[in-house]
């Protein structure tokens, strides 16, 4: 297999539930993990005369998304009756869109390598209802209502991935995305955000180019499973092709669920012409014109993106590209790190206080940093204090984290807890010539240089730490140091 | 009269639709929808070739609700007239293939 000169062909199908507080066509509550069968209505459970009414909110963050994935947004959009016979969905019908989805057309960016930017391709994304759950319970099942009904965007990508960490990279960008503007809350373990991957490789063999079977891959409920199911895959189709030949053709597209304890895919059995979905407009939900003046309001709601963000970090402000990431993480926190900027702020020094102390501090409280509210020109002139040294990088942590909890500004705090750094030289200087005539051993190491210099020198910048509690300017006591052991 | 729908069709939509027919089902069914797609067809007789298809019939757009939850039914009462239930869910026949919408 060394030799076989092979690519992977990987498009993702993506369910992104969007982040309303009610269904896409009722007004029952979306809410993860409420009692079964609680959250529903004649709407959702599809009872005749029940009628349907689109969420506004919920069609505004489909709109929202689309331009974020750089898609074309229609101006005029409708849904579709999708014939689906599970007992899931009450309505024996998925409300869906079929052939003018509300986005077209897009891309998303991820970054390969540092600098190194990648497009792939979004063909459509699309506003649909999601299905309740069926749970298997021996020779019966039992079905969820609540789901039914929430609102979904499907994203359908082209086939541009060639990798499991392409796939990943690409599910990761588009979480941060979503949440960024938020419309989802995302969290791939609540469901709120299903990848479907379908694979297929592109094999040459004696100069004749071969393709593998197309496989969708189910059942991936993590950032890891996502890569390590199409890497697996990836090697199962070349395997699988050394061995029978089998090349894709019509019909031989299969769906193989991700067994996460075993680490591979297996086929999962599906019944013969299953599937037909049969299409056609929906006649009580009337189609969407998106008006100018309404498109522009939707299009001021969207922002800066991560990774736009991130690589402009790391131009303009010199930040490395792992502090560049932390920072734009979240939106709230990196809008936080841009005003106190403005304030006044120098850039790594903020950014220090921001990914050092003040994650720390976010991580115990268990929220995002701006969620504190500190306002930003207090973390500027805290960020400032500690750059023209008034106070040292270890006070600069107390007073943030003093900042956390009250309104109080940096310098009262840093006066309150006695904190200012003494930078009188005179004053330092008294210090300093205790700490040499209390100890004559250690200035007499110094002064004979060699291995042991550098060790008591530290060890008598200490001791003038330690007896001004440590409040003395180290800049201003080397230097008072230095000139008394020369 | 020749059928417009034979019990061929009639089998794969009534498979589609998870209905069990009778061989005297499908018969009737198929002569039935033939008449159906018959009257339709006169449609065809009209001129159309400067008409736009249609997506809705009434020709209202942007009806939409804000996203406020209301109250729900709640557990008890969406089960009420269930042919089956436990309490917590409705129970249905086994069902064999996993899938998604």
């Given at each position: 297999m060394a030799k076989l000169k092979y690519k992977g ?154 990798t ?37 490789v592109i094999i040459e063999q004696n ?24 890497d697996?895959?990836i090697e199962r189709q070349i395997e699988?092709f050394l061995e ?243 | ?101």
């Amino acid at each position: 297999m060394a030799k076989l000169k092979y690519k992977g062909l990987i498009g993702l199908e993506i369910h992104v539930q969007l982040a309303t507080a009610s269904k896409l066509f009722c007004r029952c509550a979306v809410e993860f993990a409420a009692e079964p069968n609680s959250r529903v209505c004649p709407g959702c459970l599809g009872m005749p005369g029940s009628m349907p009414v689109m969420n506004k909110q919920a069609l505004e963050r489909a709109i929202l998304a689309g331009l974020a994935l750089n898609c074309n947004i229609a101006e005029f959009t409708k849904w579709d009756h999708k014939s689906y016979f599970y007992p899931d969905l009450p309505n024996n019908y998925q409300i869906s869109q079929y052939d003018i989805p509300v986005a077209a057309d897009g891309y998303i960016e991820i970054e390969t390598q540092p600098g190194q930017i990648k497009r792939v391709r979004i063909r459509r994304a699309h506003l649909e209802e999601d299905a309740g759950k069926n749970m298997h319970a021996g020779n019966y099942s039992q079905v969820d209502i609540n789901r039914a009904g929430t609102p979904l965007i499907e994203i359908v990508t082209e086939p541009d991935m060639s990798t499991g960490a392409e796939v990943r990279a690409v599910a990761i960008e588009l979480q941060r995305i979503v949440r960024y503007l938020g419309v989802s809350e995302a969290d791939m373990q609540k469901g709120q955000m299903r990848f479907e991957p379908n694979i297929n490789v592109i094999i040459e063999q004696n100069g004749d180019e071969f393709r593998t079977p197309i496989a969708e891959i189910k059942n991936l409920n993590s950032f890891r499973a996502i890569q390590g199911s199409v890497d697996y895959e990836i090697e199962r189709q070349i395997e699988q092709f050394l061995e029978s030949g089998t090349v894709m053709e019509m019909g031989n597209k299969s769906t193989r669920g991700w067994d996460d304890s075993r680490q591979v895919t297996v086929l999962q059995r599906e019944k013969e012409e299953a599937h037909d979905y049969r299409c056609f407009p929906v006649q009580n939900i009337p189609p969407v014109k998106v008006t100018p003046q309404w498109f522009d309001e939707i299009r001021g709601r969207l922002c800066e993106l991560p990774l736009s963000r991130q690589r402009r970090y790391t131009q303009q402000y010199g930040l490395s590209d792992y502090d560049a990431r932390v920072l734009t993480a979240e939106r709230g926190v990196a809008e936080l790190f841009e005003a106190a900027l403005k304030a006044g702020g120098d850039a790594k020094r903020v950014c220090n206080l921001i990914t050092q102390a003040g994650m720390k501090l976010a991580k115990e409280a268990q929220i995002n940093f701006d969620e504190f509210g500190i306002k930003p020109d207090k973390l500027a002139v805290l960020a400032t204090m500690i750059d023209e040294g008034t106070v040292n990088a270890s006070a600069g942590d107390k007073i943030l984290t003093k900042m956390t909890q009250s309104e109080a500004s940096p310098d009262k705090i840093a006066e309150d807890e006695n904190l200012i750094q003494k930078s009188d030289e005179s004053e330092l200087e008294a210090v300093v010539d205790q700490s040499l005539a209390e100890n004559p051993q250690a200035v007499e190491e110094v002064k004979a240089g060699g291995k042991k210099s550098k060790k008591a020198r530290g060890f008598l910048l200490g001791q003038v730490m330690q007896k001004t509690k440590g409040q003395a300017n180290p800049k201003v006591v080397s230097a008072i140091l230095g000139r008394k052991l020369e | 009269m020749s059928k417009k729908i034979d019990a061929q069709q009639v089998k794969k939509v009534a498979m589609l639709s998870r209905l069990d027919l009778s061989d005297a089902e499908i018969e009737r069914f198929a002569s039935q929808l033939s008449e159906i797609v018959t009257y339709v067809e006169k449609m065809n007789e009209l001129d159309t070739e400067k008409v736009e298809p249609m997506a809705h019939c009434l020709g209202i757009t942007n009806r939409f609700g804000e996203d406020r939850p209301a109250e729900s039914l709640g557990t008890e009462k969406a089960l009420a007239n269930a042919p089956d239930h436990d309490g917590q869910f409705f129970i249905v026949p086994r069902i064999l293939e996993e899938n998604s919408a």
